[in-house]
């Protein structure tokens, strides 16, 4: 059969972000796609220069909408680095226990959008609705569901008292509940297991040689997590296994994620119990001495990693954010590979792409692209548009 | 055991159920303790140190300067805020703080401001 | 008189504006029960109407490389279809207006006429999504109308006769066919969910594939239509099934002794109690599955649904040869 050549986006009702997939098929099946990225260049790095550490914890929050603690953690992680802090201990275990708080509402979310990818919209329903025990956690504690704002240079901003204690300890378990209830519907439920079952395939070697990270190497095998490979924040303090799965497929993405979030439960009994007595933070300076760190932290979609480089002032010198979508692109195209037109959107959606934080860079090729045009030259060009169609 | 319709008692136990959806103006969503929600400025409390806008990452809190005052004093534009409450967080007099008030969706952007 | 009285069986009772209304009443229903199957509220009442008068009062639209005449055809067509399926299902005691030997075979086709529509539909908007919505529309009718026929056969056969009313009068001077062939009302159901191209079989318009699929490019009036169609089609099918294999509207009353006006009371309540039964059936396999791939889905109507199918008619074939019925 001949090759066929199918443009997916950068505008396409389908894709919730700005991505292109150019796809050549055979039939129903993918011989070769193409994945092109940079069409949200917002231009946060550059805009970090311009701010110093303290506003910079709340842009950094707003890279990502899912996890943004996990963003000011590791930006304040390196500027503490930097200033050589020691954070208290209490306010480390708040700032693992809202970590974890925030892998769990990340994975249910992600759990709900790939039974709606697979048309499982009741499993969506179920899984959105429970999320919102843990939204209305973490509202109760940092007062805002999505940018907690709980970070600050050297420790967090909120401290938790014993009633939200009650509160966590009663969510966890309710949580856990329901949790291995859709473990039970995942792993029995014929019609979504075969939707997700052998469909994008990435061998662990294939995994290890384009550098996957987070859930979607996990998925296939490789014991890879930041937070057991090199522990921050309390992680070295508080025991919890790192999920692997051998299946290699979709259907292992969802069983590491969805251990994953018996581990978070398990992580915040346990930092709950255990929250040690004493400050919350430490007062920092402003001014950070010159020098550059690369700070890492595992976020919900893998190593999440933040290269910071300050020059003696209150404001960085440079920041360079590296979210793990970006990483993961590379094995979604050899997942696309030799897979069905109708597996696209779960297969894109096992690795829990974030267009929005991933895309840094701008690519403008001028010489060869004569269609680029400055802003009144797009203004004149779309005047005579509409005229020669009236 | 793999058999289709494993969800076919949880969903038919559903329906007699109350819906999990809040019907938002009828109902009120509870709101928790230390919600951030609109920004609240004491004018007597402030020295007019202008740490508050020195620290708003959005630019949502600038220093201006009144007639009746010597000094600049904060004003706070509500369209442009985070409500990540880093300004009452560095204020050194708790001249600001965050109330629990969250509806101010409006046509008239005056009505943003607080001062 | 008669001619009056069959003016109005076709417009207001049984026919065009009881239909409407109850297809609309239908959807509601469907959308209700889904809705509290996921624990959420779901529309109000009126919500089907609202929308319906809300697409009819649209600009409308028709993409410029698809063939005009036909696009406005097409939802016609697909209408006035269900529209007449329906003429032929009784729905209370002996009045079967336009009913004659082997009407059950026209029902059947008439029900196939809007996947034909929608392909059609599909095809002629030019756009590739609604293309390739179309191509998996029609791929999909070969597979569910094959198990579809073959088990709504079984009920005529048992009755010796192809006239729907015959097959209901049987059911009430016997039993419902349910008690006799139970894997056939099972098919039934679950065909006619991919005939009404509901999940699992939503691969036509699979929202997350191919964005909204056959119908993309359609807008206004010539949606609303469409729309109406489908839910049509769920009422006629839900009732085609229901006096079937539920005894119509047989109620286990014996009506023989009781005025018109009553007659007609119970046997009406036991039309709506059944077709309200078959949606909330559909409405739960709606909520309980995720969406088939059209190359599974295929497999399952083949290897499945139609060998179930065969098995069914072989029984009762066995049944008649033995003369027990």
Redesign the interface.
Known sequence: MAEIT?PIGPQH??LKEPINITLKVEG?VIVEPILRIGYNHRGIEKAMEA??Y??????A??VCGICSHVHSSTLVQGAEELLELEIPRRGLYIRTIFLELERIHSHLLWLGVA?????????F??TW?DR?IVM?LL??????RV?Y?MN?VGGT??DINDEQKKKLLKGMDALEERTK?YV??AT????????VEGVGILKKEVAKKLCAVGPTARGSGLRMDIRKDDPYAAYDEIPFEAITSDLCDVMGRTVVRVKELLEAYKIIKYAVNNLPAGEIRKKARRKIPENEILSYTEAPRGELLYYIKSNGTEKPERVKIRTPTLANIPSTIEMLKGG??????IVFAAMDPCIACMDRVILVDKKNNERSMNWEALRRYGIKWYEVKR | ???????LS??WRHLIKKP?TVLYPLERP?I?E???GKIEYYDDKCIRCGLCAR????GACTMKKFEEDKKPRPVFDLGMC?????CA?VCPKDAIS?TKKFEFSTFDKSSLIVE | MSILLEVLYLLVFPGFLFLIAYALFIEYVDRKLYAR????VGPPILQPFADIIKLLSKEDLVPKKADRKMVSAIPLFAFAAVITAFLYIPIWFNQSFFSFQGDLIVVLYLLSIPTLALFLAGWHSSN?FSQVGAMRAITQLFAYEVPFFLVLLGPAIIADSWSIIDIVNFQSSNFWLILMMPLGFIVAVIALQGKLER??F??PD???????GLLVEYVGRRLALFRMAIDIEMVVGAALISALFLGGFDAFISVAGLSPLAQFGIGFAAFLVKTLFIVFLLASIR??????????MVTFCFKWLAPLSIIQLLLITGVKYMGWF
């Open positions: 199918i009702p389908a129903e701010r110093s303290i506003q910079n914890i709340y842009l929050e707003r039974a709606h990818e697979v048309g499982f919209d009741t499993l329903m179920y609705r919102e209305d509202e109760l504690i940092s007062g805002n940018n704002a600050t901003r909120r209830y039970k519907i029995t439920e014929p019609t979504f297991l075969k939707r069905y037109i109708a597996d696209i959107p | 055991m793999k058999y289709p319709g494993a969800m949880e969903i999990a509870q928790p230390n919600f951030r620290d708003c990452p959005s985070l409500f990540c409450g880093q967080e965050l | 199957f996921q624990h959420r590739p999940i699992p939503d691969i699979a929202e997350t594939e191919i964005v909204g909520a309980l599955f995720a969406r088939l791939r059209i190359d599974q």
